[in-house]
């Protein structure tokens, strides 16, 4: 009799009993042994590379990826940056004008920054600081109030009884202030453009990188 048995970790994974009742090995026994082993080695190795879960449930399991916006629960306003805060309390821009700005509509800080190259008159330099200043008069406190808006929104979700009533009316105040604060900046484009000649605009594009041969040159 020849016993055969193979496992893996301590369990035993097959067993094969062939009774030769004392008679020499045969090749068709041979044969069978052969095939019974070649079985059982396939069956352990199956095993040992599967990763499923044990019955007990000890299985290997999948590791949920960090959220991008891991950290950001600690912000004192939760949906805008440091950056964004600073942004709104100083007036500027923050991207509000991009269709203004690249269609060609000048902006009062970038003037002033470009005065020289510009050629920029003495009317046009104080007229161009006035619409500086009126901007940031106008958009400062509308900057307050998304801030504010935002803040109660937080509220809302943070002491756990917002309403669907409630998120409605919050959402659709901060979209109004958002709009009012946009048309704001692209109001004070339009005026100092119309404050400016055709050559000086063109020559602010220029100057701003927008035209194909400047984008050209710095390549």
């Known amino acids: 009799m020849i016993t055969i048995m193979l496992g893996t970790a301590g369990s035993w994974q097959g067993l094969v009993t062939l009774e030769l009742a004392g008679e020499p090995m045969k090749p068709i026994f041979l044969l069978t042994l052969a095939v019974a082993f070649a079985a059982l080695v396939s069956r352990t190795g199956a095993a040992q590379d ?9 299985g290997p399991t999948a590791v949920a990826a960090a959220s991008p916006y891991a950290g950001m629960q600690r ?32 902006g009062p800080a970038h003037v002033l920054e470009l005065a020289d190259a510009l050629r920029l008159s003495d009317y046009q330099r104080t007229r161009a600081k006035e619409l500086f200043e009126a901007m940031k008069a106008e958009t400062i406190p509308i900057g307050e109030r ?30 109004f202030t958002q709009g009012d604060l946009r048309a704001a900046h692209l109001h004070y484009h339009l005026a100092l453009t119309e404050l400016l000649t055709s050559e000086q605009i063109t020559r602010y594009v220029e100057l701003r990188g927008y035209t194909r041969r400047h984008h050209e040159h710095a390549q």
Do not use: W
């Open 75 to 106: 912000r004192q306003v939760k949906a805008l940056s440091e950056q964004q805060i600073a942004d709104l309390r100083a007036g500027r821009g923050m991207g509000l004008s991009l269709p203004a700005e690249l269609n060609g509509y000048a």
């Open 50 to 58: 599967c990763n499923c879960s044990s019955s007990h449930g000890h």
């Open 146 to 175: 998304i801030l504010s808006e935002e803040r109660a929104l937080d509220r809302l979700f943070a002491e756990k009884h917002v309403t669907r009533a409630e998120l409605d009316a919050a959402a659709s105040s901060i979209a």
